[in-house]
């Protein structure tokens, strides 16, 4: 009963049917939120995953791609930038006959070519956190044209939740969501645009 309360009164201040209202407890989305979504990280495979899987989101469930993440870390060498940057013909078509994956001929390239990107980023910015750290100032309109610029296949909301879900801007967690305080305790870039 005391937990009945409880959820009742987290339900009264976090609005309902926001991400941190629905996905606590669910069997995918649950770990995500409380343990991955809006932590800051400026690990490049992490931040190379998480840009990946946000591409392969598009037009698509984020519950499709949760489910394929392991097929995904497989598939792309477990998002080791350098394996990934080296691939040719071969491995891009292993990659569009693996159903583990998203068989997306643009999405698929866009990976590939994104690695190469990151991997110029070492020279420039030490990699791609600090290629990140040093626009973390600019705003989501500015962070987009950024991307697009950038990137292969990135548009607003790719962009968006990409820098939501590694911490680089705010919005991944309603105030009132208990992650947020862990969050906010981490020092988030985005506490300091």
């Not at 987009?144 to 990135?154: D, S, Y």
């Not at 939740?161 to 919005?171: A, K, N």
């Not at 906010?184 to 985005?190: K, M, Q, R, V």
Request: proline share 5%; net charge negative.
């Amino acid at each position: 009963m005391a937990d009945e309360v409880g959820d009742d009164r987290v339900d009264d201040v976090v609005p309902a049917g926001s991400y941190c209202a629905v996905a606590p407890g669910h069997e995918w989305h649950g770990p995500y939120h409380d343990e991955v979504y809006g932590f800051p990280t400026s690990e490049e495979s992490v931040l190379f995953e998480r840009l990946v899987l946000e591409i392969n989101q598009a037009g698509l469930s984020w519950l499709t791609i949760l489910k394929k993440q392991a097929g995904f870390r497989a598939a792309y060498d477990g998002f080791d930038v350098d394996a990934v940057a080296a691939y040719g013909e071969t491995e891009r078509d292993r990659l569009l006959n693996d159903a583990s994956i998203i068989r997306n001929r643009l999405k698929v390239d866009a990976a590939i070519a994104n690695a190469r990107v990151i991997v110029g980023m070492r020279d420039t910015h030490g990699g791609f956190g600090g290629w990140l750290s040093a626009h973390h100032q600019l705003d989501k309109p500015d962070w987009v044209k950024l991307f697009k610029t950038t990137f292969r296949f990135t548009g607003g909301e790719i962009t968006g939740e990409f820098l939501m879900s590694t911490g680089w801007i705010d919005g991944a967690h309603h105030p009132a969501c208990p992650v947020y305080a862990e969050i906010a305790a981490l020092d988030p870039p985005w506490m300091y645009t």
